[in-house]
């Protein structure tokens, strides 16, 4: 699903990541009350409302890019991974002489 067909009134699940670093992250229902062009609002069930970045749904694996943006991440994955980029080459020993 897409920014773009996420309908208000959609039941989501957000993880949050709590304030001490020893707790556990938890995952939390949320519903969509509002849309905006890169953000939406959400509410819990008590009623308490904060905005989401498309990003953060993005993340949370809530919604995905659209199918070009999807298929350019997915190019860009597997040419990290199958070249060796990060791999430094020996270089010769004049090049370092004092």
Same mark, same amino acid.
């Not at 609002?41 to 995905?64: H, Y």
């Given at each position: 699903?897409?920014?773009?067909?996420?309908?208000?009134?959609?039941?989501?699940?957000?993880?949050?990541?709590?304030?001490?670093?020893?707790?556990?992250?938890?995952?939390?229902?949320?519903?969509?009350?509002?849309?905006?062009?890169?953000?939406?609002?959400?509410?819990?069930?008590?009623?308490?409302?904060?905005?989401?970045?498309?990003?953060?749904?993005?993340?949370?694996?809530?919604?995905?890019?659209?199918? /070009?943006?999807? *298929?350019?991440?997915?190019? /860009? *994955?597997?040419?990290? +991974?199958?070249?060796?980029?990060?791999?430094?080459? +020996?270089? /010769?020993? *004049?090049?370092? *002489?004092?």
């Amino acid at each position: 699903m897409t920014y773009a067909e996420l309908k208000i009134n959609t039941q989501i699940k957000l993880k949050q990541k709590p304030d001490e670093a020893r707790m556990p992250v938890r995952a939390t229902k949320y519903t969509v009350v509002a849309k905006y062009p890169h953000m939406c609002i959400v509410e819990d069930s008590k009623g308490r409302r904060r905005g989401v970045a498309v990003g953060e749904l993005i993340m949370n694996k809530v919604i995905t890019q659209e199918p /070009c943006f999807e *298929a350019m991440r997915k190019e /860009c *994955a597997k040419d990290k +991974t199958s070249s060796a980029w990060h791999k430094r080459e +020996t270089k /010769c020993p *004049a090049e370092y *002489a004092p």
